[in-house]
Structures are given as C-alpha cells and as structure tokens.
C-alpha cells in the first residue's frame, strides 16, 4: 500500500508561480510512474504531467512549456513546478502513483486546491 500527500496548493495571481509536493510512503524508485492530475468543477480529471522511475517526463498539452515534474528519490517525493499560471489552471491537483510489479496497482493523494486569480 503506498500512501501519497500532497502539498503547496493555494491561491496565486496570473502569472504566479506555485510548486507542489507529493510525499509518498515508500521508495519511490520502486513506483514505475509518478504523476499529477488536475480535475475542475464540471470537468473529468486530466493528466497534468507523469514521470517514470528514469526520469522521462510527458506533459498534458496545456501546461507543456510552463509546468515542470521531477522527483527525488532520496526525498521519495515528486514536485511539480508551476509557471506563467492561468485561471484555466485552477482545480484541484492530485497525486497519482502506479506500481507495475508484482501487479498493477495505482494510488492517488487526497487532492491540493490551485486557485490562480487576481
């Protein structure tokens, strides 16, 4: 069982900065990815960004050039930097974990409120 908690939300203007934390309860080298996910009022729940165990990162198409993941492993804890934000950015942003071995299995944090507003 992997426990995830998220951190760093909050309210920040247009063009603010915000970075997120997701603090998982085990190694995370052992997680195959690692991901963030967004879901606003009235609206399914997006990939944001995801990164594997190697570090290759993708990116949902609206944050690619303004949003950045990396995870440390020694901190077992993935972030995902936020720039250049947006009120189309607001929602609330959730951890994802996926685990391949010995069986698939995927985990989510409880969510962190992003609101981007002046």
């Known amino acids: 069982q992997v426990q995830l908690v998220e951190s760093g939300g909050g309210l920040v203007q247009p063009g603010g900065s915000l970075r997120l934390s997701c603090a998982a309860s085990v190694r995370i080298f052992s997680i195959n990815y690692m991901g963030w996910y967004r879901q606003a009022p009235g609206n399914q729940r997006e990939l944001v960004a995801a990164?594997?165990?190697?570090?290759?990162?993708n990116y949902g198409d609206s944050v690619k050039g303004r949003f950045t993941i990396s995870r440390d492993n020694a901190k077992n804890t993935v972030y995902l930097q936020m720039n250049s934000l947006k009120p189309e950015d607001t929602a609330v942003y959730y951890c994802?974990?996926?685990?391949?071995?010995?069986?698939?299995?995927?985990?989510w944090g409880q969510g962190t409120q992003v609101t981007v507003s002046s």
């Open positions: 990164i594997r165990t190697g570090g290759i990162a």
């Open positions: 994802n974990a996926v685990q391949l071995l010995p069986a698939k299995a995927e985990y």
